[in-house]
């Protein structure tokens, strides 16, 4: 309605509650509103003074990223209103310094303030008397406003009679006087007195001097000025030491976390808790597919699908630099921590509230290298434990991991019976493949090799989860099964018996292995197990479990004896043996 001075009256009004506010969001559209108020009212002098104010707040509270489809003024909004202001100054260095910048982040102008683009290149050729395609440029900026939803009839009444003023001020009264007709009939149509002054016609001299006089602004902007510095200072202070405190988290997590699955959950935690994000995702790249590890959210549980962490990875080329990117698309920040052939990588979906800034976004940076180089290590570690404990043939548990797993359950059940005077029962199985030899001779040793991982996924298949399998070397296999006594125990042998028959003795994979269709394998050629079983309760010392185990073998060795693929239980031979 073009009630500048109303609008200004109400603001200013209000205004001196400002300085009690410490959200500088609030202070900012405060500002802006009485500043466009100004504006358009033809009071330059101080409205270009607030505008400055405004691009400063604006970048000292990394607010410019955050203005655009918000209630806050772009850069380049501002930018607009101080270039029209610099030309009618006659200020051109500052108006095309400005208006170069406003073309290059024309994305970031807000949709109400985008056709003044058109309308400061118009005042740009009328300067240079290009007068006709000064004029398209006229019209462009006001259908550009018509398309405008919201009612922008009021600005298009400022640019005719803003244009009425230039083109008189260049010697083009005609031209002059039909934009000011334009701008008066326009503004009579609406009821516009600001423009009109309430007569039947009006003139450039009219609409110059005729503006109304403002009270004086209720805000001192340099104490203002000065008390957003002081707290931007502040702010600024706090924010280093929660930088801080985030990295030394990041940097010490190692020695929180026992292992790798710990050290992820516990980044994502530190991640989360210091971008305020939505969700926090850790994710890995296998051979076998992709998928999150460990994640962290906010409100309603989210989940990031196989595909899109293959996606974000595949994305992700450049592994030189490890740092994070933003996906405009997915609308969240993603760091590619590959390195080696260990593919991990961090997401963070950010909150409206909690925009990431440039400086927050170089802390994650620096966090994100640390945490790709600890990860490295954990896995590395991993792949160490790995070959030293695990049997490569059969991907069972090897020797020296049963050794150790006997001194650690010895440890347990010595533990146990002194604190709770409990006796804690443990069996172990000691088994040899028969007639593996028959197929390592006729076939060679491929075919050994395949019978020995073929039995190795039945034994797991087979077993419980809580049972130690290892490969004891060549084609002896042990079991220790803790809580579990003799008779149970003699129930892994028939379950094994059973699944091997299933299996059809692996002769399918053979044939598979060799090539053939067929293949005559008589039944006594099968292969088969033998296996000797001895618990703890059966032995003087029941921690002594490498006792149990040599007796287990004992056990297996009277099977192999007296007849192959039987099992034997150490209590009933004992005696026997001994004597």
Known sequence: RALYKDAYDLVNGVISNIYNLNDYSRIVDCLKNISYALFYARHYDIAHEIFSLLLHFLRLFNMEEQAYNSFLPSRSDILILKTIIDLDRKDVIHATINFNQIESTVNSVTMEEKPLIPFIRAILLANDSMFEESEKAVELCVQ???????????????VYFEYA??????NQMELSQKYLDL???????????????????VSVEDYLNGYEKYDELNINLAFLLEKAEKENLLTQLHKRIHD??????????????????????????YIYEYCFAESVFIGELTDEGAGTLYSISRGKSVNISS???????????????TQFVYKEKQQLFFGNMTQFEYKFGIVIIPTEQNPFTNESINTLNIALSTIQSQIVIYKQDENLLFLSTTDTLSLLNNRHALQKQLLVEGDRIRRYAKRKSTKIQVSIAFMDLDNFK???????????????TCFAKLLKNTCRQVDFISRFGGDEFVVVMTDTNETESCRVYERLKEALAKEEYF????????GVNTLEIPSNRYLGFSMGICTNYDIEDASDLNAVLKNADKALYHSKETCKGTCTIWSDIKDKVQK
């Open 438 to 452: 028959y197929y390592n001779d006729t076939f060679g040793h491929n075919a050994g090799d395949l019978f020995i």
């Open 244 to 269: 801080y405190q985030f990295l030394n988290k990041v940097k010490t997590n190692n020695l929180r976390s026992s292992n790798l699955k710990k050290y992820i959950e516990n980044t994502v935690l």
């Open 183 to 201: 701008g008066y009939n326009l503004a009579k149509e609406n009821n516009f007195a600001y423009y009109t002054k309430n007569k039947d016609s």
């Open 307 to 321: 595909q899109k962490w293959k996606k974000l990875f595949k994305e992700s080329t450049n592994k030189e630099v």
């Open 144 to 158: 550009e406003f018509k398309k405008i939803k919201s009612n922008q009839t009021h600005k298009i009444c400022f």
């Open 507 to 514: 002769i399918p994979q053979l044939r598979n292995l060799l």
């Open 165 to 170: 003023v230039l083109l008189k001020r260049l």
